[in-house]
């Protein structure tokens, strides 16, 4: 199984950029997709998720109504759309597929992009 994102760099405060997380060894469309973050010295945090049953959305507060997550299951990817971004949303992003089934989890992550927001 590999999970490969990509898309960060370097933008200024008020500027986007769309993250992509590529999988593949993984039956894409019956997983939980979702990007954490984690900035220097602070544990990961959940950002945001989108289901596999629905396509049912969920946002950490900080990012709602600025980042979006969507999922295209005929590419096995999923996307996070980052607008209006600030210094706090510096820091390294990581994609994670998730599978929770009565008798087994299986729990993905890929290797990470860093995102840096500054002038």
């Known amino acids: 199984v590999q999970l490969v994102e990509s898309g960060g760099g370097l933008v200024q405060p008020g500027g986007s950029l769309r993250l992509s997380c590529a999988t593949s060894?993984?039956?894409?469309?019956?997983?939980?997709m979702s990007w954490s973050r984690q900035a220097p010295g602070k544990e990961r945090e959940l950002v945001a998720r989108?289901?596999?049953?629905?396509?049912?959305?969920m946002y950490t507060d900080s990012v709602k109504g600025r980042f979006t997550i969507s999922r295209d299951d005929a590419k096995d990817t999923v996307y996070l759309q980052m607008n209006s971004l600030k210094p706090e949303d510096t820091a390294v992003y990581y994609c994670?597929?998730?599978?929770?089934?009565?008798?087994?989890?299986?729990?993905?992550w890929g290797q990470g992009t860093q995102v840096t927001v500054s002038s």
């Open positions: 989108i289901t596999s049953v629905d396509g049912s959305t």
């Open positions: 994670n597929a998730l599978r929770r089934r009565t008798y087994y989890t299986r729990d993905y």
């Open positions: 060894g993984l039956t894409f469309s019956t997983y939980d």
